[in-house]
């Protein structure tokens, strides 16, 4: 809603923690210093964000904890941006140690390209993050009220156009990192610098309303859920040459049970730009939303909400004002599907790219599967990049001829090669992290979806459809991490053991799911789910997908506009 002038509601208890916080200082030194605690103080939570750092506890230890007295299990998350997910095996390597000296001894692969590293104490708070430096990775702004770990379509194999996309994505992402030094300040020991030096020319002394997230799409891949992103650029190209971008804005998908303000909304695609002009647009989007984003109501300040409440011609309106040029007509383009193409695959180069399936995104050495130590070992003889997909994958990218035995070779023998008889459900499959770090799960999500595909699995081997690539999504809660609103079949948490269950996304990420049934048990979304997929095996036409198939079967109706109404989906 826009605010009414006689009688403007307060601003947001974070607005005057960003103010105060002197460009994202806070007292975060002090925080680390203070010994008495495993925690940071309240204030310098919000702060940390900004930095990459999450205060959590965990959630295993909690009822323990609290039945004998002693404070919570607080552990930090620390997220890693990689902008459009590519790094090189030094940085692997450094990040895997990393993982093990400080961390969990897991590596999670996130559904933005990024990495991240859980269970880190106060105490090696800041030797971790400088660890991180020296791996010339940062953690600046990969959470927190600004521009987030940029995405992009990470496919190597047809670098003609996907090269000058990463740059692309890299420079926006460069020109839309703050520039305060409070980071080099509290992690680096870097000189401290008056206030009065400081500015920050893009965001102001209180950053954005909201997180904000950027993604580049390469047609006919929509690999990073391109309309989910409050800014995406899709590439359009010719005989091989980027040309330009078609703008999409107002995408976000996280939601609160039962309040219908808020609602997952798939963007709107409003023009075309020349590609010079990505850096110049992507600022001026982003200021939009920094002067007219609701900076009162932190549930209701994303972008798309800005333009659900002031129209899509306003924000266009107001974009082309800024830019003082118009956007030209949109160009037509086409996505065919939203998953990663697993295995070996040939570039245009003449290096091969191997595409790993790594469950959830979760990195470790299990019995059964050694896979951390296994990339461990390909970075130490790797010459190319490993690439982060936007499912949680990765992808082993420019392997020379010469390298490929030994590269396979090292897949065998740590079972990281694809194997021969796994799903097509569970290689379309992603859960958010949620349980036992995650402070706002509400159900597990990355330690039950395996075993729930499992279980499914015996109807889908049943049915012959051990082929069919089925996107499936689970998350904790609604907030939307692993993206579940786009899942043919979605699950989202409502309480410990029961999940909302959702169908009929479009495969290429073009429609929103819709609920089928709320609050199921664990124990018997296999008996609903069953007799769907039953049907779709012998009752689907040629080609169709999953999703579209629980639409014309009426299971569900399809989601027409890309927002998903609560009335709707509770009638
Ligand atoms: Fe997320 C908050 C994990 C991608 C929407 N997300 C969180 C926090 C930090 C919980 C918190 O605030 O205390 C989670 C940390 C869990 C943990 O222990 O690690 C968390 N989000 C993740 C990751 C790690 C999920 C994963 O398994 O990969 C993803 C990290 C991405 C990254 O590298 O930056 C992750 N989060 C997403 C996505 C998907 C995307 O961006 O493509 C979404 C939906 C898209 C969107 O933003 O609309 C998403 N996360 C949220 C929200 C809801 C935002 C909203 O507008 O309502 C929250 C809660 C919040 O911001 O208040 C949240
Ligand atoms: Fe946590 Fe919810 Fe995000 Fe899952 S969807 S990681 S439970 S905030």
Known sequence: MISDNAN????????????????LRGTLIASLEDRSTGAISDDDTTVSKFHGIYQQDNRDQRIERKRSGAEKAFIFMIRIRVPGGVCTPEQWLKIDALADQYGSHTLKLTTRQAFQLHFITKEVLKTT???????????????????????????????????????????????????????????LDGE?????????????????????????????????????????????????????????????????HGDTKTYPRLANVIGYLPREKVVEV??????????????????????????????????????????????GETRPFEFTSSGDRYGWTKGTDGHWHYTLFIQNGRLRDTEEQPAKTGLREIAKIHTGDFRLTANQNLIIGGVTEEQKPHIEA????????????????????????????????????????????????????????????????????????????????????????????????????????????????????????????????????????FGDFTIRAGYVKATTEGRLFHEEIMS
């Open 129 to 187: 993050m400088q660890g991180i430096n020296d791996a010339v990775m940062d953690c600046i702004a990969a959470c927190g009220d600004v521009n987030r770990n940029v995405m992009a379509n990470p496919n190597p194999w047809q670098s003609a156009l996907h090269g000058p996309v990463l740059d692309d994505a890299r420079a926006v992402s460069a020109h839309l990192t703050p520039s305060t030094r409070a980071y080099h300040e509290v992690w």
């Open 410 to 545: 090292l897949l065998a023998q740590y079972k990281l090669d694809i194997p021969e008889h796994i799903t097509g459900l569970r290689l379309s499959s992603m859960a958010c992290v949620a349980l036992p770090t995650c402070g706002l799960a509400l159900a597990e999500s990355e330690r039950y979806l395996p075993q729930l595909i499992s279980e499914l699995d015996q109807v889908i081997e049943e049915c012959g459809l051990r082929e069919s690539e089925i996107v499936i999504r689970m998350t904790g809660c609604p907030n939307g991490c692993a993206r579940p609103y786009l899942g043919e079949i979605g699950f989202v948490g409502r309480a410990p053991g029961k999940y909302n269950i959702y169908l009929g996304a479009a495969f290429d990420g073009s429609r929103l799911n819709k609920l089928y049934k709320p609050s199921v048990k664990s124990e018997e979304i296999v008996n609903e789910l069953a007799p769907i997929i039953r049907r779709y095996a012998t009752e689907r036409q040629e080609g169709e997908r």
């Open 282 to 327: 992507a600022e001026k989007v982003l200021t939009v939303q920094r002067d007219f984003g609701d900076r009162t109501n932190r549930k209701h300040a994303r972008l798309k909400y800005t333009i659900e409440d002031r129209g899509v011609d306003w924000f266009k309106n107001e974009l082309e004002s800024r830019l003082g040029w118009k956007l």
């Open 192 to 256: 401290k610098i008056s206030n009065d030096d400081e500015e920050e020319p893009i965001y102001g002394k209180t950053y954005l309303p909201r997180k904000f997230k950027t993604g580049f799409a390469v047609p006919p891949s929509n690999d990073i859920d391109v309309y989910t992103q409050d800014l995406g650029f899709i590439a359009i190209g010719e005989d091989g040459k980027l040309l330009g971008y078609n703008l999409s804005v107002g995408g976000g998908l996280g939601m609160s």
């Open 8 to 23: 403007p509601p307060s601003l947001s208890k974070v607005e005057g923690i960003k103010e105060t916080s002197n460009y």
